[in-house]
């Protein structure tokens, strides 16, 4: 897995059904939980993700997307470092878990 | 060493006797240090820019003329090497010259177009002088003239100016972009050189 500093944060996607017209001017949006995107970011590791992190790839893998590049830098002991993304699978929760 | 020494630049040590009036050098490792406190050094990049006087051998020029010229570089970066950081300077293209009015025979350009070139201004009286001139457009351009002489090759290759190789850091590979030669009766022409430089062989270190 990738390593060195790195930050979540949780990118939520919300499930509803399409605009239903309820009056001249009124909508009612319905709705469905939350899809939890679960977003770690990396601004400098040594290593970057395999394949078997993948969703994708194998059994185990626990993430959907992952992006990846070299930064244009090398440590004092000249080792490569990249920054990056991963996203994790999306968790079903309530919609309640939404901010504002 | 002490963080500056102060210094006459009429005894300028390093280009002293190459008739260089300005010489500018500024040399940067870019460094960055990640949130986690983790020290990243990236190229390590400089420019120098010198002004000189270039005298005209015999010849006898009577127009005053300039000529310019750019060098076009794209800089790739490759850190997979040996735990060294390299920048590569790989030719943009031809170089872009220019000639306005005379030039010294010292300069020698591949011309492809010609056209007229004058800026005419009363502002000063109606007598103001003003001149007409030609302007070339061309390339493969050379310089065999002082201070320093430009090959043709200058566009695809780094220069090796021995004169420079104390002031610049060790291991530097020195690439011209910009040269310019002005010439204004009956002063000295002059000449203006940027370079572009890099250098691999360098320590990250507070002191220097």
Not at chain 1, 15 to 22: E, Q, Y
Not at chain 1, 23 to 52: H, M, R
Not at chain 2, 63 to 80: E, F, T
Request: glycine share 8%; proline share 6%; aromatic share 12%.
């Amino acid at each position: 897995m990738p390593d060195g500093n790195h930050y979540v944060t949780h990118n939520y996607k919300l499930r509803s059904s399409g605009l239903m017209p309820i009056g001249p001017g009124q909508f009612l949006n319905q709705t469905f939980g939350v899809d939890d995107y679960e977003i770690t970011t990396y601004e400098a590791s040594f290593t970057i993700s395999k394949s078997d992190d993948m969703a994708g790839a194998s059994y185990n893998g626990q993430y959907v997307l992952a992006s990846w590049q070299r930064l244009p830098y090398l440590t004092l002991d000249g080792r490569q470092v990249f920054s990056g993304n991963m996203t994790k699978k999306p968790l079903f929760r309530d919609e309640s878990l939404i901010p504002g | 060493m002490a963080d500056c020494v102060c210094q006459v630049a009429g005894s300028f040590p390093y280009l002293k006797d190459m008739g260089i009036i300005t010489a500018a050098l500024r040399t940067n490792v870019n460094v960055t240090v990640t949130n986690g406190g983790l020290v990243l050094a990236g190229p390590a990049l400089g420019d120098l820019s010198i002004s000189g006087y270039a005298p005209l051998n015999s010849e006898v020029i009577t127009c005053p003329g300039n000529v310019s010229v750019n060098y076009n570089w794209v800089q790739l970066y490759d850190c997979d090497t040996d735990g060294k950081f390299t920048v590569y300077f790989v030719p943009g293209g031809h170089e872009k010259a220019a000639i306005e009015g005379t030039a010294t025979e010292q300069i020698s350009l591949e011309k492809i177009s010609c056209y007229r070139s004058f800026n005419a201004s009363a502002a000063n009286g109606p007598a103001t002088y003003y001149l007409d001139t030609a302007h070339y457009d061309g390339y493969e351009f050379s310089y065999s003239g002082n201070p320093i002489s430009i090959p043709k090759d200058a566009r695809y290759n780094n220069m090796e100016i021995s004169a420079l190789s104390e002031i610049l850091p060790l291991g530097s590979k020195l690439y011209l972009s910009n040269f310019s030669w002005s010439y204004t009766p009956p002063n000295i022409p002059i000449v203006n050189y940027s370079f572009l430089f890099t250098y691999d062989d360098y320590t990250v270190s507070a002191t220097c």
